[in-house]
């Protein structure tokens, strides 16, 4: 199983970046997707996921958008209107209910005038 993840980058407030997840090995499919961050110094958390509902953090409703496409087995998430405070690593989580789990490697953004 690899959980491949690109983009990521320096980027100035306000300005937009996708970042993606491309899966092999596995039934993507039938796994639901979840991104998270983890800030210096803080925990990682919950920026948007897709079980039986989409959701999204309250810091990132907006803004983010999480997508995916099954035909290229690949997640995404869009970030939109950059804010200093949404520097952290990304990372794509794969999940299904009683099966493995899988993590992407992480993705750095900084968001910096």
């Known amino acids: 199983v690899q959980v491949v993840q690109s983009g990521g980058g320096l980027l100035q407030p306000g300005e937009s970046l996708p970042v993606a997840c491309v899966v092999s090995?596995?039934?993507?499919?039938?796994?639901?997707i979840a991104w998270y961050r983890q800030a210096p110094e803080k925990q990682r958390e919950l920026v948007s996921s897709?079980?039986?509902?989409?959701d999204y953090a309250d810091s990132v409703k907006g803004r983010f958008t999480i997508s995916r496409d099954n035909a290229r087995n690949t997640a995404y998430l869009q970030m939109n209107s950059l804010r200093p405070e949404d520097t952290a690593v990304y990372y794509c989580?794969?999940?299904?209910?009683?099966?493995?789990?899988?993590w992407g490697q992480g993705t750095q953004v900084t968001v910096s005038s």
């Open positions: 989580k794969l999940d299904r209910l009683y099966w493995k789990s899988y």
């Open positions: 090995g596995l039934p993507f499919l039938l796994y639901d």
């Open positions: 897709t079980d039986s509902n989409t």
